[in-house]
T-cell receptor
Framework: ETGVTQSPTHLIKTRGQQVTLRCSSQ?????VSWYQQALGQGPQFIFQ???????GRGNFPPRFSGLQFPNYSSELNVNALELDDSALYLC????????????????FGSGTRLTVV | AQSVTQPDIHITVSEGASLELRCNYS??????LFWYVQSPGQGLQLLLK??????LVQGIKGFEAEFKRSQSSFNLRKPSVHWSDAAEYFC????????????FGTGTRLTIIP
């Protein structure tokens, strides 16, 4: 089975620009969650997508938005980039309702390192 | 709301020595608890998880963790570390409501010296 694939691995953007990050979920998984990991911090939950709709959001402003496609892949879009958006963005997939309680639960990708200058 | 505290930002141990990484959590119900490891430039790999049953949980790579409800702790241990264990370690608590999000601690960076 394939794991979670994220692209690109690295990118540099200028403050005020927009960025799109992509995630292909693990085969058989139907939810995708996005996390932001700032330098020296633990990952923070941004939002989750299931059935192409947002299924819960963390404490992030509306300029963070997402999409999920019929093949369960997902995009994270960030508008009006700020310097503090510089972070590693992690995507995690799972079967619905089994991210925490299921086994093995969430599968994480290797992340996209975003630098905003 | 759930929260996780990892009081040690950085720990250095000698290769072959024992290891204990501390984790304290706050959660209103019986928690799902996790330990993940992250190598530089990599995503998160699950070491072990706990929900119920035996409070001593065995994981991959020779790691184990003990759940202590009275202390709200879930400390990670390994009897003898290897140089390849050098990485960042994250403790997390999982919510069962809705989207089953994970709440992570700030991590402990483990350095191994020869």
């Amino acid at each position: 089975e394939t794991g979670v694939t994220q692209s690109p691995t690295h990118l540099i953007k200028t403050r005020g620009q927009q960025v799109t990050l992509r995630c292909s979920s693990q085969s058989g998984h139907n939810t995708v969650s996005w996390y932001q990991q700032a330098l020296g911090q633990g990952p923070q939950f941004i939002f989750q997508y299931y059935r192409e709709e947002e299924n819960g959001r963390g404490n992030f402003p509306p300029r963070f938005s997402g999409l999920q496609f019929p093949n369960y892949s997902s995009e994270l879009n960030v508008n009006a980039l700020e310097l503090d958006d510089s972070a590693l963005y992690l995507c995690a997939s799972s079967l619905v309702g089994q991210g925490v309680s299921g086994s093995p639960g969430y599968t994480f990708g290797s992340g996209t390192r975003l630098t905003v200058v | 709301a759930q929260s996780v505290t990892q009081p040690d930002i950085h720990i250095t141990v000698s290769e072959g020595a024992s290891l204990e990484l501390r984790c304290n959590y706050s959660y209103g119900a019986t928690p799902y608890l996790f330990w993940y490891v992250q190598s530089p430039g990599q995503g998160l790999q699950l070491l072990l998880k706990y929900f119920s049953g035996d409070t001593l949980v065995q994981g991959i790579k020779g790691f184990e963790a003990e759940f202590k409800r009275s202390q709200s702790s879930f400390n990670l241990r390994k009897p003898s570390v290897h140089w390849s264990d050098a990485a960042e370690y994250f403790c997390a608590v999982g919510a069962l409501e809705g989207n089953e999000k994970l709440t992570f601690g700030t991590g402990t960076r483990l350095t191994i010296i020869p």
